[in-house]
């Protein structure tokens, strides 16, 4: 089946969007971040390898399958593997945003574990699926790794036993949030940079050893 290109170029306008947005949250520097949008059953549209998120054009956005393989003569971001696993791990998901947040980055690498557990938040309803602020929300925090396919795979082998988290974490290094809609997905990555931020502050009132 060809792709609707049409609908490809709607995608890539999206991202551009969404870069500045991002960018000017602060939770892009530099050239770091990849985002993407599902453009059908096989293929997702990503940004490419290391360009400026606060400064994205349409040429700097790519068709891949999910595979991670190039549909498009441009290089995919170093990280699309964990953008493909996810699509093709849940069918309903639609966006993937990926950033590196500073309050992401040092949070995680002041509190050590493998999950990061909110609790008593009002805002942790933002996440799909929950209903209240009093059960908690514990989001896995994996070890960062410049081997992707292996980090990857053992972010799969993790979803593939728990319920879908809509979002993990990467010590030191940032956020991936998903959702089913681009702005599913946004909601997800706001509220969690949000709670982040309440944790971090708490951390700073009661010190880390508290
Ligand atoms: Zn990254």
């Known amino acids: 089946m060809s792709v609707d290109m049409q609908y490809y170029r709607h995608c890539v306008q999206s991202l551009v ?3 500045s947005d991002l960018y000017h949250r602060g939770w892009s520097p530099a050239t770091s971040s990849n ?3 599902r453009v059908d059953a096989n293929h997702c549209a990503i ?5 400026h998120k606060g400064a994205l054009t349409a040429d700097d956005i790519m068709l891949v399958d999910l595979d991670g393989r190039p549909c498009m003569d441009k290089k995919p971001s170093a990280e699309t593997a964990l953008h493909v696993w996810l699509y093709r791990r849940y069918p309903q998901v639609g966006a993937v945003l990926h950033t ?8 995680t690498r002041l509190k ?15 996440f799909a699926g929950v209903a209240t602020h009093e059960g908690e929300l514990a989001l896995p925090v ?3 790794s410049q ?3 292996a980090l990857a795979s ?14 993990y974490l990467i010590r030191g290094h940032g956020i991936y949030a998903w959702g089913e809609t681009l702005d599913d997905c946004m909601r997800h990555l706001e509220a969690l940079e949000y709670l982040l931020a309440c944790e971090l502050e708490v951390l700073r009132i009661k010190g880390v050893n508290a």
Do not use: C, M
């Open 147 to 149: 081997d992707i396919a």
């Open 154 to 167: 053992e972010v799969d082998a993790w979803l593939a036993e728990h319920d879908n988290p809509w979002a």
């Open 142 to 144: 994996f070890e960062n």
């Open 17 to 19: 969007q969404v870069g």
């Open 47 to 51: 940004t490419v390898s290391g360009k």
């Open 35 to 37: 985002y993407s949008l």
């Open 100 to 107: 590196h947040s500073q309050t992401a980055t040092i949070l």
């Open 112 to 126: 050590g574990g493998d999950r990061l557990r909110l609790q008593g938040y009002e805002l942790q309803k933002a």
